[in-house]
């Protein structure tokens, strides 16, 4: 294939490179992530993996690495719900057909054997360590301790299914020593308490992992061996290994015959974050930096947020890494190799951390993105763009991330879109919420340039500063076929009528759009992620801010994994937060509250903002209703929800319309 | 710890009493161990209270009575031997310099996640949900923690 203009662009990136023996076309792996939960309660690999799989193999990646899989009959090693399995060579027909999608498709194959360790026997009510060192998070299970010979027979089904593997059409094996799985609790201080040969000093402690690379290099000396690592467990502060230990463990797998190192950063119950959109993109290369200093002639794969081909290609050219191992931000966007190669970087979509994959993963429901809407149902062909059978002249009302998306999917199927919005520009409420986003605006900003991108190169006419409403409906009466209403959400004012003094409410969202500047001493009613978002930045920028929440816990409405983050800011901002607590009054002094139990409090403030509850905008369902042949809504218009919902119903009905 | 537990006992019980919320549903006689992070063998060597088994020592113990969440004194000779639900190591001081603080439980709190102090579980989530600890647990920001965020 001659090279492509963005090639030349990211000339390390797309430069070819070698694993073994065998040649790999450019310096990208593919991940294996995190499992996708699609596959059956044994283990067997479904049609729907099948599809997903043969969408990893097309993503241009020189490796693929194919996600986890447990090694064991027992199922001590299977971690999450729908996990695959390796243990027998019942399960080898569809692994079989993986391995053929990615070598079709160029790539090198591996298979990652993937022993949970402390994180595992899902099913069983019990997990294996070194040590029976209590869980730090209820999720897992309680752990029972490994005799020497359970760690000899974990060995031999180590090596069994790496064998297993290969004889699939594998090209070799990952196995995983980092994040508090198996081996990596047997390498930690804080997990290993043993007092064999198996615990004690970082020899001892590291035995079990350098026996398991020695066995499956004897059984598998033909075949690249890959083990990933924690170059910091952030686990340090709790007992575990510093990350001065984490390298010299390094060290020891590559001194037994590993022939690349995948660094990763922390364990899954470590204090602090690693890969949320919290951490800065690039904020970990220095561990991967260090594990190519420390280990020169192994190959080194590194990707923890480092989501841009751009900055990998510039650690690459310095050297500082020489794989770019990267995996969700292509659950969020499939082609973005080939969107660098064609230097089409523009049009990618970015992952935004937002890690509703492991939320999801974590209530043992499949993972999906909230930026690929078809992910997962790669399967299902009502998820497929295909061209319309009928082209139609559509209107959007909103150009918030619902009607965005319906419209570039509609567009893509050669429909004619305009999306009308009465904003100057696009996006909806996500404007004003990104921009007082605590952890990382950018991400967010990004979905907006996205469309924004998007829009203009598909042809999408936008009417922006227009009001959608009867008299602009009558003066394009007949013109369109279709009008998706995707107007969003407000807060629902109107919940306090009667209330004394409502008149002096003010609305969160307009104080997020920037409309109104509050005074310096706030009380915020509604603690859900508008409430959060609006008091986490004004108590940032100065104000003495309060949050009054009907709930008996706050953030109710955040995803579970970025709960955590909006109650630490909150902590650590130390903004009291009153809950079960309503609003009894506003007056010129503030807000007037009242507990459950009845007891009211003044809270001082010169501005009270109203951030719930929240309605969904449908007037333009009643009104449009005989105006126009098709009328539809997508979004947070027929239910007021959050982005993931937005882009997804606004892809599901642009993709069938 | 000995002095820990004695300085602090008495000045948990109102801010137990203060989060009377938290506790409300929990089962009578579930308890939550507050034990020293570290203990010392007689080398000098630091060692994690992390194992099964150890020295006996004094702990304290936040015990869910008929009628409240109420401050005891025990004795601790490791997680195997314990009835508790929940164990809280604790780094010297931590929890009286919590105690200290305006706010004690969100000092708790952010003191957890500096890794001050170690939470654990001695329950499965099914348990700990059927004795009532999803308030507490979830007041700590606990279920919410590690690293795939």
């Not at chain 2, 919590?98 to 969100?106: C, F, K, V």
């Not at chain 2, 979830?138 to 965020?149: D, M, V």
């Amino acid at each position: 294939m001659s090279e492509r203009p963005g090639e030349a662009k990211l000339p390390h990136l797309f430069r070819p490179g070698r694993l073994g023996r065998y040649a790999t076309r450019n310096m990208i792996k593919y991940g294996a992530c995190c499992v996708s939960n699609y596959n059956t309660r044994d283990g067997h690999i479904t049609p729907r993996e099948l599809a997903r799989t043969r969408v990893i193999a097309n993503t241009g990646c020189g490796i693929i690495t194919n996600q986890g899989a447990y090694p064991d009959p027992r199922g001590e090693g299977k971690s999450y719900f729908r996990m695959v399995a390796l243990y027998d060579d019942k399960f080898l027909p569809q692994f079989e057909t993986i391995a053929g999608y990615i070598h079709e498709a160029g790539a090198v194959a591996i298979q990652q054997i993937l022993h949970a360790g402390r994180y595992g026997g899902i099913d069983l009510g019990y997990c294996v360590q070194p040590s029976v060192v209590p869980q730090t998070l209820p999720h897992f299970r309680p752990p029972r301790e490994m005799s020497k010979d359970d760690i000899r027979r974990c060995i031999r089904e180590h090596v069994e299914a790496s064998k297993r593997a290969i004889k699939a059409g594998f090209d070799g094996v990952e196995v995983t020593s980092f994040m508090g799985y198996l081996l990596a609790s047997f390498n930690s201080r804080f997990t290993n308490q043993r007092t064999d040969e198996y615990g004690g000093s970082l020899e001892n402690r590291g035995r079990f992992m350098r026996e398991l690379i020695d066995a499956v290099k004897q059984a598998l000396p033909e075949h690249p061996f890959v083990i990933r690592l924690n170059g910091a467990e952030l686990m340090d502060a709790w007992g575990g290994n510093s990350e001065d230990e984490c390298f010299e463990l390094m060290q020891q797998a590559a001194g037994c015959g590993g022939d690349m190192i995948s660094v990763t950063v922390g364990w899954q119950e470590a204090p602090e974050s690693s890969i949320g959109r919290d951490v800065a993109p690039g904020h970990w290369n220095y561990l991967a930096a260090r594990a190519k200093r420390e280990c020169p002639n192994t190959l080194v794969a590194f990707g923890n947020r480092l989501p841009d081909p751009r900055m990998a290609d510039d650690c690459l050219a310095k050297g500082e890494f020489d794989y770019w191992e990267v995996c969700r931000p292509m659950l969020a966007d499939p082609e973005l190799v080939h969107k660098a190669a064609e230097d089409r970087l523009d049009e990618v979509r970015r992952c935004i951390g937002s890690l509703n994959c492991l939320s999801r993963v974590f209530r043992d429901l499949p993972y999906s993105c909230t930026m690929n809407p078809a992910l997962g149902h790669e399967v299902e062909p009502e998820y497929a763009v295909t061209p319309a059978a009928v082209k139609k002249k559509i209107m959007v009302i909103g150009a918030g991330p619902a009607g965005m998306e319906f419209a570039i999917t509609a567009r893509r199927r050669g429909h004619d879109v305009t999306v009308y919005d009465r904003a100057g520009r696009i996006g909806g409420n996500l404007l004003g919420y990104a921009a007082r986003d605590l952890a990382r605006p950018d991400d967010l900003l990004s979905v907006v340039r996205h469309y924004e991108v998007m829009a203009a190169k598909l042809g999408v006419e936008m009417r922006l500063n227009t009001e959608a409403n009867a008299k602009l409906m009558r003066s394009v009466l007949h013109q369109y076929d279709v009008c998706v209403v995707a107007a969003g959400a407000r807060i629902d004012l109107s919940a306090y009528d009667g209330l004394p003094g409502r008149e002096r409410l003010v609305d969160a969202l307009e104080v997020a759009a920037g409309r109104i500047q509050p005074g310096k001493r706030v009380v915020v009613i509604g603690a859900g992620k508008i409430g959060l978002v609006v008091a986490e930045f004004l108590k940032k920028n100065g104000a003495e801010v309060t949050l009054v929440e009907a709930d008996k816990r706050i953030a109710g409405d955040v995803m579970p994994t970025f709960k955590w983050r909006h109650t630490a800011w909150v902590e650590e901002l130390e903004i009291p937060v009153l809950t079960s607590t309503r609003l009894a009054r506003v007056t010129a002094e503030g807000a007037v509250v009242v507990d459950a139990k009845g007891v009211e409090t003044s809270l001082p403030a010169d501005t009270v903002i109203a951030a719930a509850p929240r309605v969904a905008n449908q007037a333009l369902f009643a009104e449009f209703e005989w105006m126009v042949d098709e009328l539809h809504g997508c979004g947070d218009a027929l239910m007021p929800r959050g982005m993931d919902a937005a882009i997804h119903e606004g892809y599901r009905l642009g993709a069938r319309i | 710890m000995a002095a820990l537990a004695q300085s602090t006992r008495a000045g948990w019980q109102p801010v137990l009493d203060a989060h009377a919320e938290l506790f409300e549903a929990l089962a009578v006689d579930a308890s939550l161990a507050l034990v020293p992070r570290w203990r010392i063998d007689a080398e000098g060597q630091r060692h994690a209270n992390i194992v099964p088994r150890t020295d006996p020592m004094p702990m304290q113990l936040w015990l869910r009575t008929p009628l409240a969440m109420t401050v005891r004194e025990g004795v601790y000779a490791g997680h195997a031997h314990l009835g508790s639900d929940l164990l809280m190591l604790a780094e010297r001081r931590a929890l009286d310099e919590a105690l200290a603080h305006e706010r004690p439980l969100s000092e708790l709190k952010r003191r957890l996640r500096r890794g001050e102090l170690l939470f654990m579980v001695l329950r499965t989530r099914d348990e700990l949900r059927s004795r009532g600890w999803t308030d507490f647990l979830e007041a700590l920001g606990l279920p919410f923690l590690g690293t795939c965020r």
